[in-house]
């Protein structure tokens, strides 16, 4: 094996070093990217600005400098039988505790997400979070965590701005002292793959065991591979015994520091290197190989901190039940599926979280008070200004939730840049799923789509995207979930997810329920170059909107069968007997005749469907269930002097359906049209506001309640 | 206040020694009618045989016997603050804890599964329920743990026979020394608006401390009631300072029985009850006046174990952090939308077990082996034979499932008894909730629905439902709530479900996507009347079924305006462009002429809604997802010799719907085609078995796989 692995270990070699370099050049300050609500005091150097939010840094609280004097022989969980134990002091009340996890990519992504939730269920004590991420993990957990906003909790996304790196992100751990920032005494550092079944504090607590010498805390490892006898010529990397296992680390950041630990590991990497193959090089084989040189530098953990479920473990001999176990570990490449005696358990535990409301976990803590982010306290103010005996008081308190966010919840490959490109842009909740499939037929191009949806739900959508040929198959659809909260439909505020999301140069603004002309997507990017829309013309392209009644419709490949259709009385304008005002200014007779793109005039209630770049006017996420809601943006449009722009051969149709569930609820209540009429109101005083005389010409279009719900 | 009081306080007295003798006539034996699995050894005098299951008796696990010495101040949870204890013998391993609830009605119902839940999400002992019901409660009880089959979990459903003493179930606490076995020493006993934060152990291990003269563990109250100072003239029942709450109790059973507490308690009610008004009559004045006056039987708890939330609660003083909580109790009117300083916290911790996924908590307990029930085993047993290569492995592994059934999930009158009414029997999933308004306009009849839902929706349809008028206003529709579990729809085992909580003689079995004739429910209950169905006569009356493909529809009134569709192209026979032969032995074309029922002849693939006796065959629980579900049915009905007679009046329609997610998924799966067709096959095997040579016909049927699916 030693021929063949000699050039791989030494390419390997390299790479380290370059992580190493990596690690003092990047790291060498605080690079973390803060994310927070408090202002820009004491920015580090190096440090990145946030896209998102205002940098924040460390704030006065203790940050892991105490000293604690846990006893691990304490399982305090185990209710059932343990015994008293000796005095010791306990963990201070509040005491900020510090947790850094790797994390790139969709998938880890989610199951980070998972961990979290099973931490905060469990903690009592205020969090810091240290993501070290990649480009997408970055922009899904930024967005996640200020969304979220969880009180007590503080986040720090930081990445590695060169995606070549991604590769080594199983190494990451090992730069971690250089990357964190250099106050930082202590971290608990979590592979994303591990659940916790009790308060992460009694982790933290042990901490106090360690000696003067020691700096790592690790669980054995619960398989028998660094035993070296697994197969004839099984050549593990060195290590103590069973060696240690990686997923929970406790980490003294000072005194690895001061002990040179980067020079250390990458000592012992390189000579290691040169014998040994590197296929299996992860931050585990160097962590095992160090500690073997160095058995000083190593606290063993009590095993239930990290209880291994791989398939041939020997975790079963740690505990005897289940208030014994702490951290459960998922390190088998079968995940739930590996066989275990009591994987039922562990499984549930994992379910558990995975479908666990995370608003859920957004509640204080009791007796550590912690100064609210800007962006909670303002949504808490605003809230408390809320007058609860007010009709319209749901609806208010329901444009102010700020609703938890996940970008990108599957993988998804960016579109390549072409300065023509154009994403389709809508927003669905569960009783929509269906029209994915068609709606990936007639749209070969990229989505941006957003998703209302519970934590159940986004993983039976999940689910469902697997079980289909259509969906897994492509890989410019990129899903935002934006989780269910309230009882109305945030429809805009979805869309200005899936809008912001949008990564082509402009946007088609489509809803759910229509299917495009299967040749669309070419045509708009034809007409988009051809009309010169956003570099010299400020336009929003109509695409003519038309609607079946029927449900069993043979979708027409043409203008030319489309017109037939209509003349047959298979289709019709869309909303043609229910409210034509809505799209009457598109002036189909015209459209029938049409060869060329043609202008028409804005006119109160329009709401078209249409194609503007993405840096567009966002939607007015006050309008909330139904109604008025594409109006009010197509005004804004207008009172930016978009000019409309029909084109003669695009449409796209509607399919019939049952009215959803959030539609009916408030279809019938009079309240709900008051409460609109409210909204309507304010949105013109500040259309008002903000276009002056312009703006009044809307004023006759919102004084007219006619608008169907 | 007296003369206004005195007469009430008379008849309460009345009422108190009905209880009473209640108590002592009807709990004399053991009364308990016992949920088990286990053949029927040790069968108590006096007790009801259970409807559902064989009875089963105590088994010869310790029974709350062995003498425990917790100590209370040791607050285990509090791992942030506690200090260590003096060494204490545990809680033995394994040791059987007892709970008394009493609950009546379907509200309490829905609210005991709450507390059950958050109880089993902590517990690690294996648990003995003693449930005391009204008749509606203990039928959703015993259904609701029969399918829940969670291990080391014995629920034991008790009933008091008459409905007349529904009003009493406030009282029903004080006479549980009585009507529990006489062989319980010790039992919890809790209010069904309580929700638990910790290890019910916990709370077991306080009985070490009470002394000998101490019977009743209570914990304070946390309002200033009894202080009798709250209003001019306020007289509350005499009690010890502050008094105690009853939402949570610790009973000795053995020492109350030996102390004569049933004529304890009626002694001092009767005589307080000469002087004071009994408006607020419940059990937890008796408790305080008997305290009061026997203050030595009284053993004070912590008050973490009943954090009260009314909304003057002086529950803050108690906790001082989240760990320092055990039990909150939802003691106020206003529940959830109680004022207190930390409500969100709370109400967090109840909505995580309301939309709990009660399926998690299916889990075995480590360590404390216990005998599965023997449907459980039965069911473990199947499925450890499957095959997991088996390309079926899914299919079979979903018609073993046992869901959990919730029947009756919301409040419901059962109809009055007529000799010819007719319920309609239906089931549907979340994305079909739209649906339910229209069939209660369409249907002004009793309804049976079974729901197919997550925990987390089923309080979703339960807003539904409140925000709709029509659905509340309506008392006659009982949902049943089944429980998702597994990949694959259930449809039979969902029909069986509505069906078997029928409570008509007559069942007219639809589906949710079909509307009924205006008229249908008179039609068929003078239909029923007319041909002797059921008495004289054995046969299924076949409401010819027609689909609309038009989303926007009137619909018809009359059969003639039913011709009339059909002649314009409106409206087909059912499935007329798919698969005719389904309906085609209805004989449309003599439908059309037809003035009086007539008899038609069972053919293949005949799949009609149809009107039958209650008592009919059950649908085979193997057909799961879609296809052949009802076939099988029908052709089980002609096998018992049913005749099939068309109703000439009668009509149901269809409405165009997108297909759902269920079908959606397997509709183009060759797998689901081929294990449909092994499904067939064994259901042949098993007509044969039961109707020999008559059941030869049904094998052509059976042997052309051109079911579409």
């Known amino acids: 094996m030693l021929p063949r692995g000699r050039p791989r270990a030494l390419g390997a ?95 880890s992504s989610r199951d980070l997400v998972t961990l979290v939730k099973s931490v905060l269920f469990y903690r009592k004590n205020p969090l810091h979070f240290h993501l070290v991420t990649d480009a997408m993990a970055r922009n899904i957990l930024e967005m996640l965590f200020h969304t979220w906003m969880v009180p007590a909790v503080r986040p720090q996304v930081s990445w590695i701005p060169n995606k070549h790196y991604s590769g080594l992100y199983g190494l990451m751990k090992l730069v971690l002292p250089a990357a964190l920032p250099p106050e930082l005494a202590r971290v608990i550092v979590l592979d994303t793959d591990v659940t916790f079944a009790s308060d992460i504090a009694e982790l933290w607590a042990l901490f106090a065991h360690f000696s003067d010498e020691q700096v790592i805390g690790l669980v054995e490892n619960q398989s028998d591979w660094y035993l070296g006898n697994l197969w004839r010529n099984h050549r593990p990397w060195p290590a103590l015994g069973r060696g240690f296992n990686t997923g929970v680390i406790l980490l003294r950041l000072d005194r690895l520091r001061q002990a040179g630990w980067g020079q250390m590991w990458t000592l012992t990497a390189t000579r290691e290197l040169l014998t040994l193959p590197a296929t299996s090089l992860a931050d585990q084989d160097i962590f095992n190989a160090v500690i073997k040189e160095h058995p000083g530098l190593v606290q063993p953990l009590p095993c239930v901190w990290n209880v291994q479920l791989s398939d041939h473990t020997l975790a079963e001999r740690c505990y005897s039940e289940a208030s014994d176990l702490k951290v459960i570990h998922w390190n088998s490449p079968k ?274 469907y249409v194609v503007v770049p993405r840096d567009c006017p966002r939607y007015d996420p006050r309008f909330v269930g139904f109604g008025w809601n594409k109006v009010a943006h197509i005004m804004e449009l207008d009172a930016q002097e978009y000019e409309l722009l029909v084109l003669p051969e695009a449409f796209t149709i509607h399919l019939p359906h049952r009215p959803s569930l959030d539609i009916s609820r408030f279809r019938s209540s009079p309240t709900y049209r008051d409460c609109l009429q409210a909204v309507k109101d304010e949105f013109h005083q500040d259309l008002s506001r903000r276009y002056g005389a312009a703006a009044l010409k809307y004023l006759t279009a919102l004084q007219q309640p006619r608008h169907p719900a």
Chains 1, 2 share one sequence.
């Open 13 to 107: 070699a390299a790479l380290l070093l370059l992580l190493l370099l990596i690690g003092f050049f990047l790291f060498g300050g605080d690079v973390e990217c803060e994310l927070g609500e408090r202002g820009g005091e004491r920015r580090g150097p190096g440090s990145f600005p946030c896209p998102l939010t205002p940098r924040v840094s460390a704030d006065g609280r203790p940050r892991g400098a105490a000293a604690v004097d846990g006893d691990p022989s304490a399982d305090r969980g185990g209710r059932n039988r343990s015994d008293c134990v000796p005095p010791r002091p306990p963990l201070p009340k509040c005491e900020l505790l510090h947790v850094a996890i790797v994390c790139a990519g969709h998938n």
């Open 335 to 608: 995940k739930l599926r590996v066989k275990n005696k009591h994987v039922e358990y562990f499984r549930n535990l994992y379910l558990t979280f995975l479908e666990y409301d995370g608003n859920l976990l957004r509640r204080e803590l009791f007796g550590c008070p912690s100064p609210p982010s800007a962006g909670a306290e303002q949504v808490q103010r605003a809230l408390a200004q809320l007058d609860e005996e007010d009709a319209c008081f749901e609806f208010r308190q329901q444009w102010l939730t700020v609703h938890r966010v996940h970008v990108t919840f599957l993988p998804h490959e960016p579109p390549p840049p072409q300065p023509h490109d154009v994403t389709l842009v809508a927003q669905l909740s569960m009783d929509r799923l269906q029209m994915l499939e068609a709606l990936c037929r007639h749209w070969p191009g990229p989505m941006s789509l957003a998703l209302y949806l519970t934590d159940a739900e986004a993983q039976q959508f999940l689910r469902f995207v697997e079980a289909s040929a259509v969906l897994s198959a492509r890989q410019n659809v990129a899903y935002h979930v934006v989780y269910r909260e309230g009882p109305l439909y945030p429809v805009n505020r979805l869309r200005n997810v899936a809008l912001a999301q949008a990564l082509t140069p402009y946007v088609f603004l489509s809803d759910i329920d229509f299917l495009p002309a299967y040749s669309l997507y070419n045509d708009l990017r034809a007409s988009i170059e051809q009309l010169k829309l956003g570099s010299e013309r400020r336009a929003a392209l109509v695409v003519p909107a038309f609607e079946t009644l029927h449900y069993r419709f043979s979708f027409p490949s043409s203008k030319a069968e489309v017109l037939a259709l209509l003349d047959s009385g298979s289709l019709y304008t869309f909303r043609y007997h229910e409210w034509p005002r809505g799209h009457a200014p598109t002036d189909y007779a015209r459209w029938r005749e049409a060869q060329t793109p043609y202008r028409v005039q804005w006119a109160a209630d329009y709401e078209p």
